[in-house]
């Protein structure tokens, strides 16, 4: 019967081990602050994956994603039509008007923090790509907004599909929500149940009690919902070349309301 229960909640942490969390993620807020002042025309994605190896390394935290079933960076940087888990190179040099998802994380003391933003290279954006962006962050938020007790993950869910809709309202343009990637439960390791679905009807899934944490994760795309996975068995990339975004944050349920755990300290 406890197990039972237990699978009926989405895994609670103590407020200790929020605190422990959000240790780890200030040092991936850091890492990607100093990525996204990195990142200018001529750098490569490799020298941004030295950037944030650098931020780690001087907090004493571990990459949560080199090595990681042998991923072989400290970030993955996803440029344009590439959604999710692009492999920093040198040979990627970035361009005025890219736009650019860096994802990140960071273990402290055996607790994981997982965050991602995105941003445009240059003075040189199109407005289309920065209303995307914007359009994955506000529905980012409004996941982050239903993280509260006594919703369940299918609350969640909703409200970022809900947020990629008033999106669409208010851009005049239809955005593309990623299929088959979400987020997910995190903690002592990086990735763990449940699946979040950034789409999908309300009321339904494991209830979100005190202490449940999830990374919650919207990938847009100016076009087309499906993807194809390159031959490096990692990159992501939109089947009709259109552009992506990815936004995201680990965060906790708390008496108080959502607490972010990966902002800067």
């Avoid at 699978?7 to 407020?15: I, L, M, Y």
């Avoid at 309300?202 to 847009?220: C, F, K, Q």
């Amino acid at each position: 019967m406890v197990r039972l229960r237990r699978r009926k909640v989405v895994p609670a942490r103590t407020p200790g081990e929020l605190d422990a969390m959000a240790l780890a993620g200030s040092v991936v807020a850091a890492a990607l602050a100093a990525v996204r002042e990195a990142a200018r025309p001529g750098v490569s994605t490799a020298e941004l994956d030295e950037v944030s190896a650098q931020v780690m390394a001087d907090a004493g935290a571990e990459p949560s994603f080199l090595g990681y079933h042998g991923f072989p960076a400290t970030i993955c940087s996803s440029v344009n039509d590439r959604v999710v888990h692009g492999i920093p190179s040198s040979e990627e040099v970035l361009a005025d008007g890219d736009l650019v998802s860096i994802d990140c994380g960071a273990i402290v003391d055996g607790w994981h923090g997982d965050s991602a933003v995105t941003f445009v290279v240059g003075p040189g954006a199109r407005e289309e790509d920065l209303q995307l962006s914007e359009a994955c962050r506000t529905s980012m938020e409004a996941g982050i907004a239903a993280m509260v007790v006594g919703n369940r993950l299918g609350d969640v869910s909703h409200a970022i599909e809900l947020g990629t809709r008033a999106a669409e309202q208010r851009d005049g343009r239809h955005y593309g929500i990623v299929d088959g990637y979400g987020g997910h439960g995190i903690g002592r390791v990086m990735h763990a149940d449940p699946f979040l679905a950034n789409e999908g009807p309300p009321d339904t899934g494991p209830r979100l009690v005190e202490g449940s944490v999830l990374a919650i994760e919207p990938m847009l795309t100016l076009g087309t919902e499906d993807t194809l996975v390159l031959a490096d068995d990692w990159t992501v990339v939109t089947t009709d070349g259109s552009r992506a975004a990815h936004w995201e944050h680990t965060v906790a349920v708390t008496a108080d309301g959502p607490r972010i755990l990966t902002l800067p300290r």
